[in-house]
């Protein structure tokens, strides 16, 4: 009886486990990504950054910036979203890949803003991915704002 249970769901074990390894290697080189890219960009401050604009800075040009980003879900998370789903409770596991997408779409709105002093009015906006009956496999987030270059910021 041992043996036809573990002949049966001994390849569903090893998928689970390998897609929770390789999920959380991916994750982890995408935070560190992260956090070596919002510090190269932190001098672009964005809405919710508490700095403001000198009112006698002139303002040369704005344009408007966005930033998009669609992170996945790897099976493991979505077994265990599945049994959330079943059983009721926070589905924690697909909490990583919504923080992810929306600090990697303000990231790349950041970085299409190339030069400029700060970001106004920025927005952020999250889109579930599903394929299939309700089956969530990701999220897609864009952010965009209006990009403010000073005059001093052309010229130097």
Same mark, same amino acid.
């Given at each position: 009886m041992l043996e036809? $249970? +573990?002949?049966?769901? =001994?390849?569903?074990?090893?998928?689970?486990?390998? %897609?929770? /390894?390789?999920?959380?290697?991916? @994750?982890?080189?995408?935070y560190a990504s992260?956090?070596?890219?919002?510090?190269?960009?932190?001098?672009?401050?964005?809405l919710n950054s508490?700095?403001?604009?000198?009112?006698?800075?002139?303002?040369?040009?704005?344009?408007?910036?966005?930033?998009?980003?669609?992170?996945?879900?790897?099976?493991?998370?979505?077994?265990?979203? $599945? +049994?959330?789903?079943? =059983?009721?409770?926070?589905?924690?596991?697909?909490? %990583?890949? /919504?923080?992810?997408?929306?600090? @990697?779409?303000?990231?790349?709105?950041?970085?299409?803003?190339?030069?400029?002093?700060?970001?106004?009015?920025?927005?952020?906006?999250?889109?579930?991915?599903?394929?299939?009956?309700?089956?969530?496999?990701?999220?897609?987030?864009?952010?965009?704002?209006?990009?403010?270059?000073?005059?001093?910021?052309?010229?130097?």
């Amino acid at each position: 009886m041992l043996e036809h $249970l +573990l002949d049966e769901y =001994l390849p569903l074990l090893v998928m689970l486990l390998g %897609t929770f /390894l390789t999920g959380m290697i991916i @994750e982890r080189r995408h935070y560190a990504s992260i956090l070596r890219r919002e510090l190269a960009t932190a001098r672009i401050h964005h809405l919710n950054s508490g700095k403001k604009l000198d009112p006698k800075a002139r303002i040369s040009q704005s344009r408007l910036v966005c930033g998009e980003a669609v992170i996945s879900v790897e099976f493991f998370r979505w077994f265990v979203g $599945l +049994l959330h789903s079943l =059983l009721g409770g926070t589905m924690r596991e697909y909490e %990583t890949a /919504l923080d992810r997408a929306r600090r @990697e779409a303000v990231l790349r709105m950041k970085e299409s803003a190339k030069g400029a002093s700060a970001i106004v009015n920025v927005r952020v906006e999250h889109t579930p991915i599903s394929y299939g009956l309700s089956r969530f496999s990701g999220v897609e987030a864009i952010a965009w704002g209006t990009a403010i270059y000073l005059e001093e910021d052309r010229a130097g």
